[in-house]
C-alpha cells in the first residue's frame, strides 16, 4: 500500500487516463478526489471506484478548480488529466477553439498548481502532454505549443514548488474514450494504422500510462522529469 492515507486529487479522473491513475491510488490505499465536468461521467466513476469525493469542475474555470481543493485540507498528490483533441489549423479554426486550448491546458494547469501547492508540503503534481508536443500533424499547430509548453514548464515548476515535485507524462495513443470522442467513426481505421506502424503492433492502455503516474507519485526522487509512454511511437 504505497499511498496508504494519502489524498491524491485526480483533474479529469471519471474516464480514461485519469480514472486508471484514480483506480490504481485508490488500490494504493490513497484517499481520492476526482473532478471533471460531466457529473454522469463522475457518477459512473464512483460506481467503480468506492468511496471517492467527487466534484464537477471545468479547469478553465478558476473558481470551480478552487472550489476542488477548498474541502480538503491536506493534498498529497494531484494529476491533471483532463485535456481535449482540438483539431484545426491557425488559419481557418474559431479564434475561440485555439483560446480553449490554451484555457484548458495552461490557464488550467495554473489555476490547479495555485489552489493545490498552498496545501501540499511534499508530494507530487503530474502533467499529462501527449505526442504531439514534438510530432506534429496538419492542424495540431496550437495543441503542439501548448503540449511543449506543458511540457516546458514541468522543470521549471519543480524548482519553484520544491519540496513538491512536478514532472510530465507524455503519452502516445492511448486506447480511452478520448479518441471515439474526437475521431468518431474514423477511430478505427485511424487506430488500426497506427498499430501497423508500432513495435509492439498495439496502442497503448490507460492502466499502462496510471502505473507511470503512480511511479512518479511514489517515487521521491523523481521531479522535472517528461516521461514518454508510447510504445516507442516516437521512433517509427
Ligand atoms: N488517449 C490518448 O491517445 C492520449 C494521447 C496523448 C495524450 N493524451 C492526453 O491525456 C489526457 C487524458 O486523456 P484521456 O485519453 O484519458 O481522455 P478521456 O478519456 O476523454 O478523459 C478525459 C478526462 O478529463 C475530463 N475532462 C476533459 N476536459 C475537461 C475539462 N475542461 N475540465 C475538467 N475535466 C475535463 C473528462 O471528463 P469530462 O469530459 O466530464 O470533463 C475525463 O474525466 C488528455 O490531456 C489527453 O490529451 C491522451
Given amino acids: 500500500m504505497k499511498l496508504q492515507g494519502a489524498h491524491v486529487v485526480v483533474i479529469g479522473g471519471s474516464t480514461g487516463i485519469g480514472f486508471a491513475a484514480a483506480k490504481l491510488a ?11 465536468r460531466s457529473p454522469e461521467k463522475l457518477a459512473q466513476a464512483q460506481r467503480e471506484l468506492g468511496e471517492v469525493r467527487t466534484i464537477v469542475a471545468d479547469i478553465s474555470n478558476e473558481a470551480a ?10 493534498v498529497d498528490h494531484v494529476v491533471i488529466a483532463a485535456g481535449n ?15 480553449r486550448i490554451i484555457d484548458e491546458r495552461i490557464w488550467g494547469l495554473t489555476y490547479v498548481v495555485r489552489s493545490a501547492a498552498p496545501k501540499m508540503t511534499s508530494g507530487s503534481i503530474t502533467f499529462t502532454s501527449g ?4 510530432r506534429p500533424r496538419l492542424g495540431t499547430a496550437m495543441l503542439t505549443a501548448v503540449l511543449a509548453s506543458v511540457e516546458a ?22 486506447d480511452t474514450p478520448l479518441l471515439h470522442n474526437t ?15 508500432l513495435p509492439g503492433k498495439r496502442i497503448g492502455s490507460a492502466e499502462e500510462v496510471a502505473q ?25
Fill in 26 to 36: 485508490r488500490q494504493e490505499g490513497a484517499e481520492l478526489t476526482i473532478a471533471g
Fill in 212 to 236: 507511470v503516474m503512480l511511479m512518479l507519485m511514489t517515487n521521491a526522487y523523481m521531479t522535472g522529469e517528461v516521461l514518454h509512454i508510447d510504445g516507442g511511437g516516437r521512433y517509427v
Fill in 131 to 134: 505526442g504531439l508536443s514534438s
Fill in 85 to 99: 483533441i482540438v483539431n484545426g489549423r491557425i488559419v481557418d479554426n474559431d479564434l475561440a477553439n485555439l483560446r
Fill in 153 to 174: 514548464i514541468t522543470p521549471a515548476l519543480a524548482l519553484e514548488l520544491a519540496p513538491i515535485r512536478v514532472n510530465t507524462v507524455t503519452p502516445g495513443l492511448i
Fill in 183 to 197: 475521431y468518431g467513426t474514423e477511430r478505427d481505421t485511424m487506430v488500426k494504422n497506427r498499430e501497423a506502424m
Fill in 65 to 74: 478548480v478552487r472550489q476542488v481543493f477548498e474541502g480538503i485540507s491536506h
